[in-house]
Nanobody, 126 residues
Framework: QVQVVESGGGLVQPGGSLRLSCAAS????????IGWFRQAPGKEREGVSY????????YYRDSVKGRFTISRDNAKNTVYLQMNSLKPEDTAVYYC???????????????????WGQGTQVTVSS
């Protein structure tokens, strides 16, 4: 059974850090590009970051550039999203998604992805 599972969310104060993990079971993550998305209540799901299968290409939405870093350890079948200098507006449910195609031009479009996790809540508040 193909599964993608996120972990690492929680409550953090503004300026704090969290590291989210995206683990795969039932398939080899190294064959998939991975996108991180987030959705706040009442808002559209938005692309946060993307990493290619090899890890050589990474993409970020403008609002997280310089604060978030996406990486992958294919030996551990896991992708990470390191989030620093968190702001209240980063509060959302964060999802990781996998697809075997190279989504370099369309990574922000959540409809492109084949597999999704259940999400992990990130709350930034004092």
């Amino acid at each position: 059974q193909v599964q993608v599972v996120e972990s690492g969310g929680g409550l953090v104060q503004p300026g704090g850090s969290l590291r989210l993990s995206c683990a795969a079971s039932g398939f080899t993550l190294a064959y998939y590009g991975i996108g991180w998305f987030r959705q706040a209540p009442g808002k559209e799901r938005e692309g946060v970051s993307y990493i290619s299968k090899s890890g050589r290409r990474t993409y970020y939405r403008d609002s997280v550039k310089g604060r978030f870093t996406i990486s992958r350890d294919n030996a551990k079948n896991t992708v990470y999203l390191q989030m620093n200098s968190l702001k209240p507006e980063d509060t959302a449910v964060y999802y990781c998604a996998a697809d075997s195609r190279a989504l370099y031009a369309t990574w922000v479009n959540w409809r492109e992805y084949a597999y999704w996790g259940q999400g992990t809540q990130v709350t930034v508040s004092s």
